[in-house]
């Protein structure tokens, strides 16, 4: 019994306060690493972090470690590495007037936390300092993207045209323009610069696939969007945001049993295990159940230490798998606060329709009108909603 | 799915937009942290990841990626130390040093945590209690530190940060009152769970609705007999425990324990042998007033444990004294209709009186041989 007692526990995985064991050999694995210290990986960042233990004032080698960590944390998806990169910079980004560079490295740390203001001031003091910086308009254009400001958007991208590649503007312009009711246009240019760069390379060439996967959506064009994510899957880059796309793409047209399969060894990830967890309960799989448990394991987690990141994926959590209409309005309407993408409109709208409050809808209603955002699926909730105010 | 960026990406935030949509697949770093406050003692629980130690000190000793058992066991002196050193506790300003007492594991939503069991005991129990947390603050500055404090019932959740590294809570907000309920219901408890304590009154108790006439143990006529025997019996009791009591609590005397605990046991055999070869008649008020003070040596090792706070002193030891006085109150509540029912029946007599008093001869005497011994026969 004493030996069953860590595997129940085990078994029953992520509660925030499980029952403390012993492990039996001293052979069990507790954990594994991202990666081993012997793969590039892991040769690479510690001979960067030897280079910063031996110089930690230097500033190029702290950058030059900070930097690793932030791209790792985008790739593997683990915030952990953004603290490790914030605490890093802190020597200099506490100073009365960082260098540029740490602004934006500070700035990159600050929107993955979602505190866009505060990483907008510190890419506008870097500007400013240095006018010819790509990375600092760059992400200018990125964030006012999330934040729906359009034309603060394309100003940033008017900037870049003078300074950086014509694939880099391209991609800058075309961004904006499919948010903003010219997704014909945008999806003609971006085809275009693909066809242009065969040698680019399969990362880029899959976020390209992404977004004009995107843009045929918006204009109705469901086949065509399919292709898209079909040769973005082909490319064999792992990435979850293109599966989260493709998995949202299958579910809303009711097609969960092509989710099961390629989201099932996806439950590290919150995002498609959402998805996975859509799927399942849509397709009425007993392992919904025992998915839905985990997800509140992690929210509650993450509610534990005040995180809010969640907000949006936690609305439909509570829309659609706990049947919580009010909370997912609540926390759709609180999420739009500071998240504007057509995702966070749509669990907006999702939300406000299912709690029949036209007025809560509001803010995504008027983000609709005024973007001149083309999707039919918002139409159609659009539709509804104010067919709830007469 | 671990993947090399290309370069490129630095010039595309909008590849990295996935990553404010994606970056939830994980969680950030915290640690969980449980404490709890009984009177000066502490004890607590720190469950730290894996994934945090091994970045801050390295456990993957081959490293091969996986962090087994066997590696985590070998560092657990290394992280009881380092960890340690970042968690500093004060009660009333003065440090209360804390010692690791075992090391476990256990599992959280994002992976395989180190769990450190740990105590420690502050000067006195404190009425503010400052904690410092700073673990991981130096690599991590988005740890967080999870606490959970608890004390006199309440449980506070605060969280630590880098920002917030430091947290003063002041325990001494509960008001005089619910302190001095809070010490009130302490005495109860101990009345309720100290059978000696409780054996030695029923064994005084017991002849209270009988008199004794030529050899023989005959009802007592009035109830007002047997309240005015007992009445006569718990205040000398009570007023004996008080003084020692109070006496042992402010420091003016100390017994060893060994000693007061075996006195206990041998005044419950001798009240109790009373009852069969009566020695003492009317006048057991006496025995209860001599064997009193004994007991009151016990009851105050009980508050020494609890710890008395600094700012309400006599309060504390007030309400102590009266939730002994109330719990006492209730087991005499409880016998005395009992038994003046029951006075005249020969089951009475010869069960209760005799067989009862012979029981706690036989459990007391086995209680002195185990605290005068220090030995363990059964468990008291």
Excluded at chain 1, 87 to 93: E, L
Excluded at chain 1, 149 to 169: N, Q, W
Aim: aromatic share 10%.
């Amino acid at each position: 019994m004493r030996r069953l007692i860590p595997l129940i526990f085990t078994l029953s995985l992520c509660s925030a306060w499980a029952a403390p064991y012993t492990p039996a050999a001293d052979t069990e694995v507790l954990e594994r690493l991202p990666f081993k210290a012997s793969a590039a990986e892991g040769q690479e960042l510690r001979r960067l972090r030897r280079a910063f233990a031996e110089q930690p004032q230097d500033l190029e080698r702290a950058l030059a470690l900070a930097r690793r960590y932030f791209d790792l944390a985008s790739a593997e998806g683990d915030p952990r590495y953004v603290g490790y990169a914030e605490a890093i910079i802190r020597p200099w980004s506490v100073a009365a007037e960082p260098p540029v560079e740490i602004l934006i490295m500070r700035a990159l740390i600050r929107q993955y936390r979602h505190e866009f203001d505060a990483a907008l001031a510190d890419l506008a003091v870097a500007a400013e300092r240095e006018p010819g910086n790509i990375e600092a308009w760059t992400w200018r254009s990125a964030i006012l993207l999330v934040q729906a400001d359009y034309a603060g958007a394309r100003a940033a991208c008017d900037k870049l045209a003078a300074l950086a590649s014509t694939l880099l503007t391209s991609a800058c312009n075309t961004s904006v323009d499919g948010m903003s009711g010219k997704s014909r246009q945008a999806y003609a240019e971006l085809s275009r610069a693909l066809a242009e760069r065969p040698d680019a390379s399969a990362d880029l060439k899959l976020w390209i696939q992404t977004r004009l996967a995107e843009m045929a959506l918006r204009q109705g064009k469901d086949a065509l969007a399919e292709k898209h994510f079909k040769a973005g899957l082909a490319l064999g880059v792992t990435d979850g945001f293109i599966l989260a796309a493709y998995a949202d793409f299958l579910l809303d047209r009711d097609r969960p049993d092509e989710v099961v399969p390629m989201l099932k060894d996806w439950e590290r990830s919150d995002i498609l295990l959402l998805r996975l967890t859509f799927a399942e309960h849509a397709g009425k799989q007993p392992s919904a159940r025992g998915h839905i448990a985990m997800m509140k394991e992690r929210f509650a987690a993450s509610a534990l230490r005040g995180d809010k990141l969640h907000q949006q994926q936690e609305a439909r959590f509570h829309l659609y798998l706990l049947g919580d209409v009010p909370g997912a309005l609540r926390l759709a309407e609180e999420n739009y606060r500071t998240q504007r993408e057509p995702i966070d409109a749509r669990i907006l709208l999702e939300a406000a329709l299912a709690a029949r409050d036209w007025r809560a809808a509001q803010p995504a209603l008027e983000w609709l009108r005024a973007s001149g955002y083309e999707d039919p699926l918002f139409a159609r909730l659009a539709v509804r909603l104010n067919g709830l105010a007469r | 799915m671990s993947r090399k960026l290309p370069p490129l990406i630095r010039w595309l935030p909008f590849l990295l937009l996935l990553a404010s949509f994606a970056c939830h697949a994980h969680k950030p770093s915290d640690s969980y942290l449980r404490l709890k406050l009984d009177g000066a003692r502490v004890t607590g629980q720190w469950d730290i990841a894996l994934r945090d130690l091994e970045q801050a000190i390295g456990l993957d000793a081959d490293g091969d990626g996986d962090i087994t058992w066997g590696e985590l066991r070998a560092r657990h002196a290394d992280i009881s130390a380092f960890a340690m050193a970042r968690l500093k506790l004060a009660g009333d300003g003065q440090a209360c040093p804390l010692q690791v007492s075992g090391h476990e594991v256990d599992r959280h939503s994002d992976g395989a945590y180190t769990v450190l069991r740990f105590s420690g005991t502050c000067d006195s129990a404190p009425a503010a209690l400052d904690i410092g947390y700073s673990l991981f603050f130096d690599i991590d500055a988005q740890h967080k530190g999870l606490l959970s404090l608890e004390y006199r019932g309440r449980v506070q959740s605060i969280v630590f940060t880098p920002e917030q590294a430091r947290q003063h809570f002041e325990l001494g907000e509960l008001t005089a009152m619910r302190q001095f309920l809070s010490y009130g219901r302490e005495g109860v408890w101990h009345i309720w769970i100290g059978y000696d304590h409780i054996l030695f009154l029923l064994s005084l108790l017991l002849p209270a609705v009988l008199m004794r006439e030529r050899r023989r143990w005959l009802p007592v006529a009035r109830f007002g007999d047997a309240f005015w025997d007992v009445f006569k019996v718990v205040t000398s009791f009570t007023v004996a425990h008080s003084i020692t009591l109070s006496l042992a609590a402010l420091g003016v005397i100390s017994l060893p324990s060994r000693l007061v605990e075996s006195a206990i046991a041998a005044s419950v055999v001798l009240a109790a042998l009373n009852n069969l070869v009566p020695v003492v008649g009317g006048r057991r008020w006496v025995v209860a007033f001599a064997f009193g003070l004994i007991h009151g040596f016990g009851f105050a090792s009980v508050l020494a444990e609890l710890g008395l706070p600094r700012n309400a002193l006599l309060l504390a030891l007030v309400g102590f004294n009266l939730g002994v006085e109330a719990g006492q109150l209730a087991v005499v509540a409880a016998f005395l209709p009992l038994a003046y029912f029951l006075r005249a029946s020969g089951f009475y007599r010869r069960v209760v009186l005799v067989g009862g008093s012979t029981a706690i001869v036989a459990i007391a005497m086995v209680w002195l041989l185990e605290r005068a011994l220090n030995m363990k026969l059964i468990s008291a």
